[in-house]
């Protein structure tokens, strides 16, 4: 073996990075006084769509849907108040056309799981169930355990 195949089996001379495996984050190239205009935009789309969704908006803008996740949140209050309203619309909008029967009603019930946080009561009560059987069994639970059946 050469003495360069053996240094970049055992990795000497290579450079190692601290923290987070990956890529390392990049600043974003959005200013606050873009999202502030975008803010203004998120609230006119909000108005005009039927139903709004974050990534139809971030498509007409020429944004790519992970930047909004990745950059935008907690930095512009205006921007935040916007996605959230745009939230709250979106999930009655999907409520009242389902029940209208303007939207099959299967896909508003998985869009609504998907992007508003809903869960069938059924799940719940079992999973309550079954951390109320394991604390009965052992006495306690584990905090792992805890997390584990809340989420």
Not at 21 to 26: I, L, S
Not at 53 to 70: A, L, M, P, T, W
Not at 120 to 135: P, V
Not at 138 to 143: A, E, Q, V, W
Request: glycine share 6%.
């Amino acid at each position: 073996m050469t003495r360069k195949n053996q240094n970049c089996q055992t990795g000497v001379g290579m450079i190692k990075q601290k923290g987070k495996p990956g890529r390392p984050p990049v600043p974003s190239k959005y200013t606050d006084e873009f999202l502030e205009e975008l803010a203004v935009k998120l609230q006119i789309y909000i108005e005009e769509a039927s139903i709004p969704f974050i990534k139809e908006f971030c498509y007409q803008n020429h944004i790519r849907g992970d930047e909004v996740s990745r950059s935008f949140y907690g930095r512009v209050q205006a921007f935040d108040d916007a996605i959230q309203r745009l939230r709250d619309k979106q999930e009655v909008q999907l409520v009242k056309s389902a029940l209208g029967n303007k939207t099959n009603p299967a896909m508003a019930i998985f869009t609504l799981k998907n992007c508003s946080g809903w869960r069938d009561q059924k799940q719940e009560e079992e999973t309550d169930k079954r951390l109320e059987e394991e604390i009965e069994f052992t006495g306690n639970i584990s905090k792992d355990r805890m997390k584990a059946f809340l989420n």
